[in-house]
């Protein structure tokens, strides 16, 4: 076999893992980055120091990217003992917060918590749903050049039919977090002039993706990079993939309401799996036109790619339905109280409908993206975006016991009307709103789409100067993480030099 063989053979017919297992994967950085602010408001407490933009990349670094890269790799094995370890190093944390409060020090827990309840947030952006963009991101971007290590356990790696791998939940939640933020969850005013000149501006702007998904297709077959089959196909790419999305569901938005995008996803989702089972379109991804496996025309070709389609257009109305929700509800603690609870309550709904239908009706099958597929990926992202939003309360509680806590992606505290007038002075540090966001989660979220062709191109030169087959783990470990460090460090003074491509 040729190392291309031999690499494609690496990454194929695989069965995944559970969905428990990716469960805890994914609840892991989030307490990650509740442990990061609460070390950033202790060290502020323990030496009174602004930190300078150097400082803050290594801790966001160290806190929340590191632990990734062991997580997917050499600590795959342990997940709920980090999970514990997390939990006990952050309830450390913020006891020795708690025990050093500058505010209401003389008033016990319930008054405190009384008062805090009490308060209202501010935030140009939702701080959950900027970390949710960041952790599926970066997640993505450690997997694609891992999975060609050994060290990174197959169970992680792309399923050939049916499973749930770790790299599956990647491409679905990479979908949602999109639509949590797109131009119709942002600017709703957008949809409200003329129907022609709003899908005009939705064409308009996919033109970048076309330009990437071509140039991507014409490196790969010139260079003669390895490739999975049977994940889109001979041509298709996962940026063709959002182009189809983002050309679909402008045209169901005219149609529909955008508040109903729920039904939407149900319903493309429902009819789609209908479709699967009813007629020949299952047999027509499996095994093509003419049941052997052709890849003769372009719809043979790339049959994976462009009917999975359907499915990733029902997880991104999902998306648009629950950026709609968060965005609506963010102005009080007790609001931002009532959306965690409703997100995980209907995670854990959709993981009961997942269980009922993957036992009557289908397993998980990214490759034909059906409907246990987008249940499970809808699932999972909302108990994470539901772990990082109570992260968020409890990290805005310490932020509430420190007089001049200051940290950066997270929610400002402001005055509410029932709160004591003379306590409002320093709610909003003058610090907080002056100094630029300097921290790498603003930084990846805002340049996302930088991050994400950066990785891509140095995965491919990694793997073309690196025998990724037979590296030894010590050597993988550290390769891997200097590709995210040099990305991230990329991006992050990108950020600082306020240099930006974005074209959603």
């Given at each position: 076999?040729?190392?291309?063989?031999?690499k494609?053979?690496?990454?194929?017919?695989?069965?995944?893992?559970?969905?428990?297992?990716?469960?805890?994967?994914?609840?892991?950085?989030?307490?990650?980055?509740?442990?990061?602010?609460?070390?950033?408001i202790?060290?502020?407490?323990?030496?009174?120091?602004?930190?300078?933009?150097?400082?803050?990349?290594?801790?966001?670094?160290?806190?929340?990217?590191?632990?990734?890269?062991?997580?997917?790799?050499?600590?795959?094995?342990?997940?709920?003992?980090?999970l514990?370890?997390?939990?006990?190093?952050?309830?450390?944390?913020?006891?020795?917060?708690?025990?050093r409060?500058?505010?209401?020090?003389?008033?016990?827990?319930?008054?405190?918590?009384?008062?805090?309840?009490?308060?209202?947030?501010?935030?140009?952006?939702?701080?959950?749903?900027?970390?949710?963009?960041?952790?599926?991101?970066?997640?993505?971007?450690?997997?694609i050049?891992a999975?060609?290590?050994?060290?990174?356990?197959?169970?992680?790696a792309?399923?050939?039919?049916?499973?749930?791998?770790?790299m599956?939940?990647?491409?679905?939640?990479?979908?949602?977090?999109?639509?949590?933020?797109?131009?119709?969850?942002?600017?709703?005013k957008?949809?409200?002039?003329s129907?022609?000149?709003?899908?005009?501006?939705?064409?308009?702007?996919?033109?970048?993706l076309?330009?990437?998904?071509?140039?991507?297709l014409a490196?790969?077959?010139?260079?003669?990079?390895?490739?999975?089959?049977?994940?889109?196909?001979?041509?298709?790419?996962?940026?063709?993939?959002?182009?189809?999305?983002?050309l679909?569901?402008?045209l169901?938005?005219?149609?529909?309401?955008?508040?109903?995008s729920?039904?939407?996803?149900?319903?493309?989702?429902v009819?789609?799996?209908?479709?699967?089972?009813?007629?020949?379109?299952?047999?027509?991804?499996?095994?093509?036109?003419?049941?052997?496996?052709?890849?003769?025309?372009?719809?043979?070709?790339?049959?994976?790619?462009?009917?999975?389609?359907?499915?990733?257009v029902?997880?991104?109305?999902?998306?648009?339905?629950t950026?709609?929700?968060?965005?609506?509800?963010?102005?009080?603690?007790?609001?931002?109280?009532?959306?965690?609870?409703?997100?995980?309550?209907?995670?854990?709904?959709?993981?009961?409908?997942?269980?009922?239908?993957?036992?009557?009706?289908?397993?998980?099958?990214?490759?034909?993206a059906?409907?246990?597929?987008c249940?499970?990926?809808?699932?999972?992202?909302?108990?994470?975006?539901?772990?990082?939003?109570?992260?968020?309360?409890?990290?805005?509680?310490?932020?509430f016991?420190?007089?001049?806590?200051l940290?950066p992606?997270?929610?400002?505290?402001?005055?509410?009307?029932?709160?004591?007038?003379?306590?409002?002075?320093?709610?909003?540090?003058?610090?907080?709103?002056?100094?630029?966001?300097?921290?790498l989660?603003?930084a990846?979220?805002?340049?996302?789409?930088?991050?994400?062709?950066?990785?891509?191109?140095?995965?491919?030169?990694?793997?073309?100067m690196?025998?990724?087959l037979?590296?030894?783990?010590?050597?993988?470990?550290?390769?891997?993480?200097?590709?995210?460090?040099?990305?991230?460090?990329?991006?992050?003074?990108?950020?600082?030099?306020?240099?930006?491509?974005?074209?959603?």
């Amino acid at each position: 076999m040729s190392q291309k063989q031999m690499k494609e053979a690496f990454v194929s017919n695989l069965n995944g893992t559970t969905v428990l297992e990716i469960t805890q994967g994914l609840c892991f950085p989030a307490f990650c980055i509740l442990c990061r602010g609460l070390l950033i408001i202790f060290s502020q407490y323990l030496c009174s120091f602004s930190h300078t933009w150097k400082t803050r990349f290594f801790i966001d670094f160290v806190v929340l990217i590191v632990p990734m890269v062991a997580t997917l790799t050499i600590w795959a094995s342990f997940i709920l003992l980090e999970l514990l370890a997390v939990i006990i190093f952050g309830a450390g944390l913020f006891y020795q917060i708690y025990r050093r409060r500058t505010c209401y020090a003389r008033l016990p827990f319930q008054k405190i918590l009384e008062k805090f309840l009490n308060i209202s947030l501010e935030s140009e952006y939702i701080p959950a749903i900027s970390c949710f963009r960041v952790i599926t991101s970066a997640f993505t971007a450690i997997a694609i050049l891992a999975v060609d290590f050994p060290f990174f356990p197959r169970r992680f790696a792309k399923t050939e039919l049916y499973g749930t791998g770790a790299m599956d939940f990647g491409v679905g939640g990479f979908v949602f977090g999109t639509a949590m933020v797109c131009l119709e969850v942002r600017r709703r005013k957008c949809m409200e002039g003329s129907k022609l000149h709003y899908f005009i501006n939705s064409l308009y702007s996919v033109w970048p993706l076309v330009f990437l998904g071509i140039g991507r297709l014409a490196i790969i077959k010139s260079i003669g990079y390895q490739e999975h089959l049977t994940e889109y196909g001979v041509h298709w790419n996962f940026f063709f993939t959002i182009i189809v999305v983002k050309l679909i569901t402008p045209l169901l938005l005219i149609i529909f309401p955008l508040n109903k995008s729920w039904i939407i996803a149900l319903s493309v989702t429902v009819l789609y799996q209908l479709a699967l089972d009813f007629t020949s379109l299952k047999r027509l991804i499996l095994y093509g036109t003419d049941g052997s496996g052709t890849r003769v025309g372009l719809l043979n070709a790339n049959r994976e790619g462009i009917i999975s389609t359907l499915g990733y257009v029902a997880i991104h109305m999902a998306g648009v339905q629950t950026g709609l929700y968060v965005h609506k509800n963010r102005s009080h603690i007790k609001d931002l109280i009532k959306v965690a609870c409703f997100l995980l309550l209907a995670a854990i709904s959709l993981f009961i409908s997942l269980y009922v239908v993957q036992v009557n009706v289908e397993a998980v099958s990214r490759r034909m993206a059906n409907l246990a597929f987008c249940i499970w990926i809808v699932a999972s992202s909302l108990i994470l975006l539901s772990s990082l939003l109570l992260g968020d309360i409890i990290l805005s509680f310490a932020k509430f016991l420190i007089k001049g806590a200051l940290v950066p992606c997270s929610w400002k505290l402001t005055q509410s009307p029932v709160t004591n007038k003379k306590h409002s002075e320093y709610l909003i540090p003058e610090a907080e709103r002056m100094e630029p966001r300097l921290c790498l989660i603003t930084a990846l979220n805002r340049k996302q789409l930088i991050f994400f062709l950066l990785s891509n191109i140095t995965t491919g030169l990694i793997n073309l100067m690196v025998d990724t087959l037979h590296s030894s783990t010590l050597w993988a470990l550290f390769v891997v993480n200097l590709y995210m460090f040099s990305n991230c460090l990329i991006v992050y003074v990108l950020y600082l030099q306020d240099k930006t491509i974005q074209f959603w």
